[in-house]
């Protein structure tokens, strides 16, 4: 079946059956025939031919995504049983949301660039939708729901989130217990090319969704944060980003019992190439600390930075090695990329200092 998907996607890929034959070294008869007992097999036509142009129908171009993500990841396969071991090196382009590359993925950057002292970071903090190919970037980092693509995808880890107002607005207005009761509220609103502004809810009631309307909107939720301690409204924020502002009182979790739906956190890279030896590493050292960014936005201070009740200690990822040239490196990612960084360590003399309040990718 390998084959007759080879010659599928050559097909869709080469704008014809003769072109896919060329592309492949095989006869146009026998690319057809593949095609056809594809069809067969599959019991649906994913292909509309007509003697110049082949079209994808509907089922055809879901059936061609999920074969192209299949062919990336046995070329994936085949490389890394293939490939020696070597010292990756190189360039590695990356884009990520602002507020999460700053808060969340900074000091593993930063850890990784010291581990790897051949590979050259080069870094984009956007809320725009960057390309990932024409733009020529290794992988980005995205939160939020996924566009059908060729890309390959691999689900990192889920924000805990939770709605929070200041007491002083809640005061005013009151405290709402259940999602209709959002409706006499003004709602501050998020919302982002990968993230259309909808809360989803579940709870004793089962899944509701509600759909915010307040004085503000914007595609930070720094803004959003300080937006909701001055008493402007109530706002969907990350748990992790409020951690410090709830425990100061300036923030209060509203509706407690009705848990929104998590921000799922992606990486995407190129599917149809082969990885280059510095992306894998990356890939690999970001599955090697997948608890410990987990920790990093929990919506408690995670027990494994801080040890104790209250504020975390200066920490690292795992695999940190000890300072080496490349340490120059890092402190110039962390004055170009991490200006959060001091105020997630205890301050001198102040052993229960919490990090600065944070925002989300």
Sequence with gaps: MIAQIVSFVAVVEAGGFSQAGGRLSLPKSTISHRVQQLEDRLGVRLLHRTPRVIHLTQEGGRFYQRCVRILAELEEAEEEIRQEPKEPTGTLRLSMPIEFGMQILSSLLIDFAESHPRVRLKLELTSRNVDIVEEGYDAVVRIGTLEDSA????????????????????DARGRPR???DL???????????????DWVFAGPGGKCSFQPNGS?????????????????GIALLPCYQCRQAEQDGRLER????????????YILYPSKRHLASRLRAFLAYLDGNIE???STVSDRWPAAITGREGCPAAFKPSNAVSKTPAATRAADLRNTFSPALKEMRPRS?????????????
Excluded: K
């Design 151 to 170: 890309l390959i995808s691999r689900r990192i880890l889920s924000i805990p989130r939770g709605l929070y107002a200041s007491p002083q607005y809640l």
């Design 178 to 180: 259940r999602p209709e």
């Design 183 to 197: 409706s006499h509220h003004a709602c501050l609103r998020f919302e982002t090319a990968f993230y259309r502004g």
């Design 216 to 232: 503000v909107e914007a595609n930070n939720l720094t803004v959003l944060r300080d937006a909701a301690t001055g008493g402007l």
């Design 254 to 265: 509203v509706m407690p019992d009705w848990v929104p739906a998590g921000a799922d956190v």
């Design 292 to 294: 410990w960014l987990a």
């Design 349 to 361: 003399g102040d052993t229960s200092e919490h990090p600065a309040d944070t925002g989300r990718a």
